[in-house]
């Protein structure tokens, strides 16, 4: 039988791994829709979104409003183009550099590292290099290399990594 501290701390560690909960307002356009004037007219004339079966990743999705959106809960972007490709209004372009409007960070308080628990799970998908370790157990997250793809969001367990949108707009 349990005693009432490892209830306690069975408890605590169980909150960790609650479902991830959508707490944006706004959403987080594709990496390729740089002249949101044109999204909010444009897009909204697309019958068959192209840009949505594009995704080999499959996080593009339509909000609320019908717009291509980002969804970061199973995977990242791996800023692979096809989506600019298979917009046929010229929306999503090649013409600029990709970017996500978004910027990330790691709530120490939820993050099973920062809690003396061996997690990598972040530092392991991120391409760019942008989660160091301090030590074993303190991620850092380089806002200067992060790229906003995301992956990091969805893998970890703890729902610790966050972001928020930096963009106003569609």
């Known amino acids: 039988m349990l005693d009432s501290r490892k209830r306690e701390a069975f408890a605590s560690l169980s909150t960790l791994f609650k479902p991830k909960a959508s707490t944006q307002s706004a959403s987080l356009r594709p990496p390729y829709a740089h002249d949101k004037a044109l999204l909010s007219t444009l897009c909204a004339t697309c019958v068959e979104k192209p840009c949505v079966a ?11 409003e019908n717009f291509p959106s980002l969804v970061f ?7 692979c183009k096809e989506c600019a490709l298979a917009c046929p209004l010229g929306v999503l372009t090649l013409e600029e550099e990709p ?17 003396h628990v ?3 799970s972040c530092a392991d998908v991120c391409d760019a290099k942008a989660i160091t370790f301090f030590g074993m157990l303190r ?5 200067e290399k992060c790229t906003g ?5 969805g893998i970890c367990p703890s729902n610790a990594v966050k972001y928020r949108i930096t963009s106003q707009g569609v």
């Open 54 to 64: 594009s995704c080999e990743e499959n996080i593009i999705v339509l909000d609320n």
């Open 73 to 79: 809960t199973q995977s990242g972007c791996t800023f």
């Open 99 to 115: 970017s996500i409007e978004a910027l990330f960070s790691i709530d120490t308080k939820q993050c099973m590292a920062w809690n």
């Open 118 to 120: 061996i997690c990598n």
């Open 139 to 143: 991620p850092l997250l380089d806002k």
């Open 149 to 153: 793809c995301g992956f990091c969001y």
